[in-house]
């Protein structure tokens, strides 16, 4: 097996923000070829989850995607704050966005939105025994609607191309293949 992976020579930060970074990359493949300016964008890693009540329910979200200028039908999930473990964030944000609490969280897979230009990953989860326990608690940049819905009604959703986060939709056919 060849080494397919690149040498980085330098880096400089073009934007350096708490939601999104850009840095520029000089790098050399292992031909010895250099590529000037790679840009890689860094966000903080992110946590979804499929979320299903005690009574076997799915949580789904609706809300305003501004970069995409629609509103999205997903799944809830967020950023990792700092100092946070993957299994804390799933937690904390379930209950912000839903005001659902879960007994039990199984991972099922860690994912690049797209490694060929952004560095982060998705923690994807499964959250089952829900149970509300208090109301939303959105941060001010939110508006959240929250539908439960049957696993019927969520296969139908997802083949009819219903959810427009792909992170989302792939947790979807994660999740569904561990209940199946």
Known sequence: MSDLKWK?????????ENWATLRVDTCEMPDGTIIDDYYVLEYPDW?????????????????????????ITEIPGGCI?????????????????TGYSFNK?????VLYANPSTAKNQTHTYLA????????????????IEV???SIDKLKEMLFNNEFGQALHASALFYALAKLA
Do not use: C, M, W
């Open 105 to 109: 969280f199984e991972k099922l897979a």
């Open 47 to 71: 946590v979804n989850a499929v979320a299903l009540t005690e009574d076997n329910q799915v949580i789904i979200i609706r809300q305003y995607r501004h970069a995409a200028e629609e509103v």
């Open 8 to 16: 980085k020579l330098s880096s400089r930060y073009l934007v350096k």
């Open 147 to 149: 539908e439960l819905v």
């Open 128 to 143: 089952t025994g829900g149970k509300k326990i208090q109301e939303q608690h959105l941060d001010g940049r939110e508006e």
């Open 81 to 97: 704050d700092p100092g946070e473990t993957p299994d804390q964030a799933v937690a904390r944000e379930l209950l912000e966005e």
